[in-house]
Nanobody
Framework: QLQPVESGGGLVQPGGSLRLSCTAS????????IGWFRQASGKEREGIAS???????AYSDSVKGRFTVSRDNVKNTIYLQMDSLETEDTGVYYC?????????????????WGQGTQVTVSS
């Protein structure tokens, strides 16, 4: 069973940076596309970034220019570099895995989900 695991969340001040990681044990992720999603308290979960196997990337308008998704297939890890963080970026961040080769910000496209990691942006 493919179970992605997120790490790297925490508390950061506005304007700061965090890097989230997504990996999976016993499964090689280089044949999958990965999506990053987040859910703020009281809001629906939204897709914010995705990277395909080629790799091609996609970003939501809310994070474009501030967040960067990348993958290191040697380390079997996908990263979400988050810069210029804002209080509105606070939420639980999830990585998700899908078998198709193209990126997507649509939740229904993803088959496997991690448990999430909390990101809090506050002064």
């Amino acid at each position: 069973q493919l179970q992605p695991v997120e790490s790297g969340g925490g508390l950061v001040q506005p304007g700061g940076s965090l890097r989230l990681s997504c990996t999976a044990s016993e499964v090689t992720l280089d044949i999958y596309s990965i999506g990053w999603f987040r859910q703020a308290s009281g809001k629906e979960r939204e897709g914010i970034a995705s990277i395909s196997t080629r790799p091609k990337t996609a970003y939501s308008d809310s994070v474009k220019g501030r967040f960067t998704v990348s993958r290191d297939n040697v380390k079997n890890t996908i990263y979400l570099q988050m810069d210029s963080l804002e209080t509105e970026d606070t939420g639980v961040y999830y990585c998700a895995v899908k078998p198709e080769w193209f990126p997507s910000l649509t939740q229904n496209a993803y088959r496997y989900w991690g448990q999430g990691t909390q990101v809090t942006v506050s002064s």
